[in-house]
């Protein structure tokens, strides 16, 4: 028997009708790519922040971006994830995709949870049940598998058809199975490839109520008007849009928060309509 919506999709379910918004952003630094942080990633995550918080239901910071940046990258992921805290309602996403043996996901989990303390993060399940099993045991908080990703490679393994199989299912498709049947404690979600819209309506399909993290929509060019058609639940919610490029690098000005912020309104315009249109909109 499955419990009650957890702390973490009640929450995120009150951000999205709040806000009227299913935008999370992606805080993923590359100095290479905007002359701004030459006054420091926290800096620039700050402006990005204060920009666009009442417009943005999560904040999704990429571990790798800032990992690759050293201690100093490690220090403003810190100050960041206070500063959202303090500062905003907004959830907080770790995004490292860790998956590992059950004594080493502990870790991870420890990490993730109370180290960093993220709302959720994201998981890979190629290790199986006990590999994410760590990160459940955490109830209050929201952990996304890794299900079918927006990368071209990801037809490799993931599109596989698994042979003992009746039913003809792909790996991705076992994937969001699987999680539905771990899904005791309603705090599971999947992560979909907006690249792949057809992938996200099968997914739908098998996991009626689960929450999807959906990124691809912008830089990697996701069609956003078939992503939320096909990932929205039966009441026009479950879905978390993740943009990152698209909206913290909408200007490499000065002007850059400005424009963040006008890349979000956007956003947050176009997904409103398209609600309407397909009848899960608030009028």
């Given at each position: 028997m ?6 973490f ?39 990005i ?17 800032y ?9 403003s ?14 959830l ?19 990490t993730?949870?109370?180290?960093w ?20 045991e ?5 952990i ?58 099968v ?15 912008g ?65």
């Amino acid at each position: 028997m499955k419990h009650s919506t957890s702390k973490f999709i009640r929450t995120l379910n009150k951000l999205c009708l709040d806000k009227e918004s299913l935008l999370c952003i992606g805080l993923d630094p590359q100095p290479s790519l905007h002359p701004a942080f030459k006054n420091g990633v926290f800096n620039f995550n700050r402006a990005i922040i204060d920009a666009t918080h009442d417009l943005v239901c999560a904040y999704k910071p990429n571990l790798a971006f800032y990992e690759a940046l050293g201690l100093e990258g490690l220090d403003s992921l810190e100050k960041t994830v206070q500063y959202i805290r303090q500062n905003t309602n907004a959830l907080i996403i770790g995004d490292g995709k860790r998956g590992d043996v059950e004594h080493t996901a502990k870790a991870y989990a420890k990490t993730l949870f109370e180290v960093w303390d993220f709302d959720a993060t994201t998981v890979n399940a190629y290790g199986g049940y006990d590999s994410i099993l760590p990160f459940l045991e955490y109830k209050d908080k929201g952990i996304f598998i890794w299900c079918r990703s927006s990368n071209p490679g990801a037809v490799d393994i993931q599109d596989l058809h698994l042979s003992n199989d009746t039913n003809g299912r792909k790996v991705y498709e076992q994937i969001a199975i699987h999680s539905n049947k771990w899904n005791d404690k309603d705090n599971i979600g999947l992560i979909l490839g907006a690249t792949y819209p057809h992938e996200i309506k099968v997914a739908r399909s098998l996991c009626p109520t689960m929450p999807f993290l959906i990124p691809g929509v912008g830089a990697q060019h996701g069609a956003l008007e078939t992503t939320i058609k096909n990932g929205v639940d039966q009441n026009g919610l479950g879905i978390l849009v993740s943009s990152s490029r698209q909206i913290i690098y909408a200007s490499t000005k000065s002007n850059f928060a400005q424009a963040a912020r006008e890349a979000a309104q956007t956003f947050n315009t176009h997904t409103t309509k398209i609600l309407l249109d397909i009848g899960k909109g608030v009028d």
